[in-house]
C-alpha cells in the first residue's frame, strides 16, 4: 500500500525581491521611480545606455531594465567613469529640480481623470484624453504647480492590438508587471498601506492607494484587485473603458467618490477640483455630503461652497459621446445620497437631468458636473461654441452664446514631444530660457535666422529614424502574421526613402473618416504612383473593442494596402502608442486630419507635429480651426456644400486630391541646386514661428489659472470665510428667489409700437416696464430687451442685449427704462426677459431663473 498525505496540495505565498545595486549606483532607482525621467533626455539617454537591447525589449521601462542587471554588468557600470559622471549629472538635475517648492499662495488643486498618458510602460491611457491629461500633469511639475491628481490603476489597461493576416483587430490584454512600473503604495499613520472603501450595491468595494510621481506632482491611483474583493469588485480595476454601462458606473463611482475619500484620508484638502471629462463627476457628490455632515451645512449651503471650487472640462462634442445611465441603476448605488444630503429622490436625481420628473430620461454624469462646477469649459474655441449648444438644453431661456461656458484650448508638453535636435537648435537660436516664456512668437519667430540646409538636415535626420521604424516593425508584424516572406520583401523593398510621407494615427471611430482618402482608388494610385514624386501614406490607431464600424475600416485598410498599385505606398502599423506616436509626430512631412465637422473637440497630434516641423492638413476643426495658416499649412474648406453625408465625403476627397496635387505635391518635390525646396522650408519656418508656440501646455496651463482657478480660488475662499457665510447667505437668497419667483407680474409697460411702426436708423428704442415685486428687492431684479436675427425655424442669433435701468421702486412696484440705439436696419425679433440679480453671482447660469415678457 502506498501511503498518501491528505494535504498534499500545493500552498505558495508571494514574497517580491527587490534588485539592490550597489551604493554609487543607488540613484538609479531613484530616477527611475519618478517618471520625471521620461521627459529629461540626459535621463532616458542614461538609462538606455545600461542595456540598449533590454530598453526596447521592456518598452523604454528604466525599472525593468534595472530589474535585469546582472552583476557584472552592474561592476561594468561602476567602472565607467563617464557612466558615473553621467549618473551623478542627472542625479544632482533632479535634486534640484524636486528641491523647488510651490509658491505659498498658489491654489491646491485637485484634478481628476479616467486616464493618464504618461509613457508607453504605463497603460493608463487609451488615447487622446489620457495623453492630454498626462501632458497637463507634466507641465504641472514643470510650472511648479500645487497639483495632486487622482485616477484609476488598471491591471490590464487599455488593449495592445494586434492584426490577422486577413486585417481583423486582435485585442489582447496582458496584465501590466507593477513591481516594473514607479508605483509606491500610500501609507497610513501606522505603516499600514492605506485603502478607502466605497459602498456598491449594498456591499463595501476596498482599494488600495498608490502613488506615481510625476515630477513634483503626485498622481494617486486607486487599485481594487486585492484579496479583500470579490472576483466581480476586483474587475473594477481590470480594464479602461472595458465592461457594460453598469461596470462603468461602479467604475465612476470608485473613481469619484473613492478617489475624495483618498485624499481625505491622506489630509489633502484641495482649493480647488477640476473634473477632467464627466467620469469622475460624483467626486462633488461626495465632497457635498462631508459638508452636510461634518459641518452641518445645508444641501443649499453645501452647493454653494462646492460650486465655488469646482471646475469641469468637457472634451466631447457630440451629446452620445457623454455617459449617461438608467435612474433605477443610479438609486441601486446611490440612494442613500439623497437622504444623507438632506434632499428628495427626485431632487437628487435632477442633478443630472433636464426633467427629473420624467423616469425614461437619462441621468447624465456631463449635466451632473456642469450643475455641481462653478466653471465649465470646452477644449477649443470652436469646441467652447459647441459646448454651448449641446448645454443649451440647462438654461431654457438664454441663447448658447450668453451661457457661462468658456474654452481653453488643449495643448502639448514640449518637453515630451519635441525632438532633440529640434529641441538642441530651438536653445541654440531662442536662447536657453525660452521655456519659461514658451508661448511668445518672438522667440520662435528667430527661426527665420536658420539656414534652409540646417532645417531640412533635422527634417531628414527625423524622417529617417520613422522609415527605419517602419521597415523593422514591418519586418516583425507581417512576420507573426504569417504573412508570404516574398510578400514581406515587396512592401518593404517598395518604400522609397525620398517619399512625402503624409500620417494618420488617431481613434479609429468612423466620424475622424479615415476612409476618405479612398474614396477614388484610381485617383488615389495615380497620386503615389507618379514617376519621381512618391507619396507615402501611413496610418495607425485602435477602433475600441465594440466598435465593429471602426475595426471595418481597419481590416479595408489593409485590404487596400495590399492592393498592387498600393504596395509600400499604403500602410498600417499596428498597435498604436506613445512611443510610435512620437516617431511619427517627428517623422511625417504632413500631418492628415479629416473629421467630420465640428466633431473633433480639439485634438493634439497634429500640434506635436507642428513642434517638429512638420506641416498639418486638415479640416478646420478644433485646434486647427485655430491655428491655420495659409502660409503653415492646408485646410479644407470651413462651409459644407451638401446637407448628405456621403456626397460631402466625395466632395471633401476631391478637395484632398486636388490641394496634393497642385498644392502639396509640387511645393515638396520642386528643388533647388542644392536639392531643396525654399517653399516647403518657408512652409516649415512658419509653422515653428506662428503655430507652435500658441500650442505649448505652458500656455494651457497658465490659461487654465488665468480663466478660471485664480478666481475659483478667490470666490472659495470668500465662501468658507467666517464658518461659510457667504455661502449661507447665497443659499438663502436663492432659495428665496426660487420661492418667489413666479410671483413676479408685470403692471404695465410702454414699448414702441413695432406692430404698426418701423423704427428709423437713428431714432432710439425705448421701453419702460413697471413690474410688482411681491417680497423680492428691486436691486435683484434685472430686466433686459434682447434683439435677435432669426437664421431659420428653430434659431435665433443675439445681436443686441441691453438691460434696462431701475427708476424707481414705489411701493412694491418697481418701474425700469431703456434706451436703445440700434445701428443696423433690417427684420428683428426682439423680447424683455427678467432675470435675478446678485453682486455674489459669479454669472447669469449660477441662478438660471428667466420671465420673459
Known amino acids: 500500500m502506498i501511503g498518501q498525505m491528505k494535504d498534499n496540495q500545493m500552498k505558495l505565498k508571494r514574497i517580491f525581491i527587490e534588485s539592490k545595486l550597489p551604493e554609487e549606483l543607488a540613484p538609479l532607482h531613484e530616477l527611475a521611480n519618478n517618471i520625471w525621467w521620461s521627459w529629461n533626455k540626459d535621463a532616458i539617454e542614461l538609462f538606455r545606455s545600461i542595456d540598449p537591447a533590454n530598453w526596447k525589449k521592456y518598452d523604454y521601462n528604466p525599472i525593468a531594465v534595472l530589474d535585469n542587471i546582472s552583476v557584472e554588468k552592474a561592476n561594468k557600470l561602476l567602472a565607467d567613469k563617464a557612466f558615473i559622471d553621467r549618473l551623478q549629472a542627472v542625479d544632482k538635475a533632479f535634486r534640484a529640480y524636486l528641491k523647488e517648492k510651490p509658491g505659498k499662495d ?81 501609507r497610513d499613520n501606522s505603516g499600514e498601506w492605506l485603502k478607502v472603501s466605497v459602498g456598491l450595491k449594498g456591499r463595501m468595494v476596498h482599494a488600495k492607494v498608490w502613488v506615481l510621481q510625476v515630477g513634483r506632482v503626485p498622481l494617486y491611483l486607486l487599485d481594487t484587485d486585492i484579496d479583500e474583493n470579490n472576483h466581480e469588485d476586483r474587475s473594477l480595476t481590470h480594464q479602461l473603458y472595458g465592461g457594460d454601462n453598469e461596470h462603468r458606473l461602479r467604475q465612476e463611482i470608485l473613481l469619484g467618490i473613492g478617489g475624495i475619500r483618498a485624499l481625505k484620508a491622506m489630509g489633502i484638502d484641495a482649493d480647488i477640483y477640476h473634473c477632467n471629462e464627466g467620469h469622475a463627476a460624483f467626486l462633488n457628490i461626495e465632497r457635498m455630503q462631508d459638508y452636510v455632515q461634518e459641518q452641518q451645512l445645508s444641501f443649499g449651503e453645501a452647493l454653494e461652497v462646492v460650486r465655488a471650487t469646482s471646475l469641469f472640462t468637457t472634451h466631447t462634442p457630440v451629446p452620445a459621446g457623454h455617459d449617461y445611465f438608467h435612474e433605477n441603476l443610479l438609486q441601486q448605488y446611490l440612494y442613500n445620497y439623497a437622504e444623507n444630503l438632506g434632499i428628495s429622490w427626485q431632487e437628487f436625481i435632477a442633478l443630472g437631468k433636464v426633467n427629473p420628473a420624467d423616469h425614461h430620461e437619462l441621468f447624465s454624469m456631463s449635466h451632473l458636473a456642469i450643475r455641481m462646477s462653478q466653471e465649465v469649459n470646452g477644449v477649443s474655441k470652436l469646441h467652447g461654441a459647441v459646448s454651448q449648444k449641446m448645454f443649451n438644453v440647462l438654461y431654457p431661456g438664454y441663447n448658447p452664446e450668453e451661457l457661462h461656458i468658456g474654452y481653453v484650448t488643449n495643448s502639448v508638453h514640449y518637453p515630451t514631444w519635441i525632438a532633440h535636435e529640434w529641441n538642441e537648435l530651438y536653445t541654440k537660436t531662442f536662447g536657453k530660457g525660452f521655456l519659461r516664456d514658451q508661448s511668445n512668437k518672438e522667440h520662435w519667430r528667430k527661426i527665420h535666422n536658420v539656414s534652409d540646409e540646417e532645417v531640412m538636415k533635422i527634417r531628414e535626420l527625423q524622417k529617417k529614424r520613422l522609415l527605419d521604424y517602419i521597415k523593422s516593425t514591418l519586418q516583425e508584424d507581417l512576420t507573426r502574421r504569417g504573412e508570404n516572406p516574398r510578400n514581406i520583401f515587396e512592401v518593404i523593398n517598395a518604400i522609397e526613402s525620398d517619399a512625402l510621407i503624409l500620417g494618420f494615427a488617431r481613434r479609429f471611430a468612423t466620424y475622424k473618416r479615415a476612409h476618405l482618402l479612398f474614396t477614388n482608388l484610381e485617383r488615389l494610385s495615380e497620386i503615389v504612383n507618379e514617376e519621381g514624386r512618391p507619396v507615402l501614406f501611413l496610418f495607425a490607431g485602435k477602433a475600441h473593442p465594440a466598435d465593429q464600424g471602426g475595426q471595418d475600416l481597419i481590416k479595408h485598410i489593409i485590404h487596400i494596402s495590399k492592393r498592387p498599385e498600393f504596395i509600400g505606398k499604403v500602410i498600417f502599423l499596428e498597435n498604436y502608442n506613445m512611443e510610435m506616436a512620437k516617431l511619427l509626430v517627428r517623422g511625417v512631412d504632413i500631418w492628415l486630419n479629416t473629421p467630420t465637422r465640428p466633431k473633433e473637440a480639439s485634438g493634439t497630434s497634429g500640434m506635436k507635429a507642428a513642434l517638429n516641423g512638420v506641416m498639418n492638413f486638415s479640416v478646420l476643426d478644433g485646434w486647427w480651426a485655430e491655428g491655420y495658416r495659409p502660409d503653415a499649412g492646408w485646410a479644407l474648406p470651413l462651409e459644407r456644400t451638401y446637407d448628405d453625408q456621403n456626397l460631402q465625403n466625395e466632395l471633401d476627397a476631391e478637395t484632398i486630391y486636388n490641394i496634393l496635387e497642385h498644392e502639396i505635391i509640387p511645393a515638396y518635390f520642386d528643388r533647388n541646386e542644392q536639392g531643396i525646396s525654399p517653399k516647403w522650408t518657408s512652409f516649415i519656418k512658419h509653422i515653428i514661428a506662428e503655430v507652435a508656440p500658441t500650442f505649448t501646455m505652458k500656455r494651457m496651463l497658465d490659461d487654465y489659472y488665468e480663466r478660471f482657478y485664480n478666481k475659483l480660488y478667490e470666490r472659495g475662499r470668500a465662501m468658507k470665510a467666517h464658518r461659510f457665510r457667504l455661502a449661507s447667505q447665497m443659499a438663502a437668497w436663492k432659495a428665496r428667489m426660487l420661492e418667489r419667483w413666479e410671483e413676479i407680474e408685470v403692471v404695465d409697460a410702454d414699448i414702441f409700437d413695432s406692430d404698426n411702426f418701423a423704427l428709423p436708423v437713428g431714432k432710439p428704442f425705448t421701453a419702460t416696464i413697471r413690474l410688482h415685486l411681491d ?13 435677435f436675427k432669426r437664421i431659420d425655424e428653430e434659431e435665433v442669433e443675439l445681436q443686441i442685449k441691453k438691460e434696462l435701468k431701475l427708476k424707481g421702486v414705489k411701493g412694491k412696484v418697481a418701474t425700469y427704462t431703456c434706451q436703445v440705439d440700434p445701428e443696423m436696419a433690417g427684420v428683428f425679433e426682439y423680447g424683455f426677459r427678467v432675470f435675478p440679480k446678485h453682486e455674489l453671482m459669479a454669472h447669469r447660469q449660477d441662478l438660471a431663473l428667466v420671465h420673459w415678457i
Do not use: C, W
Open 775 to 787: 417680497g423680492i428687492e428691486a436691486e435683484h431684479v434685472g430686466v433686459e430687451v434682447a434683439f
Open 106 to 186: 498658489s491654489p491646491r488643486i485637485a484634478y481628476f481623470s479616467m486616464e493618464y498618458g504618461l509613457h508607453i510602460s504605463l497603460r493608463l491611457y487609451s488615447g487622446g484624453l489620457g495623453v492630454l491629461a498626462g501632458d497637463y500633469l507634466k507641465e504641472a511639475s514643470d510650472d511648479n504647480a500645487n497639483m495632486a491628481a487622482v485616477g484609476l490603476l488598471y491591471r490590464y489597461g487599455y488593449f495592445q492590438q494586434a492584426i490577422s493576416l486577413h486585417g481583423d483587430q486582435i485585442n489582447n490584454f496582458p496584465p501590466q508587471k507593477f513591481t516594473s512600473l514607479p508605483l509606491a503604495p500610500v
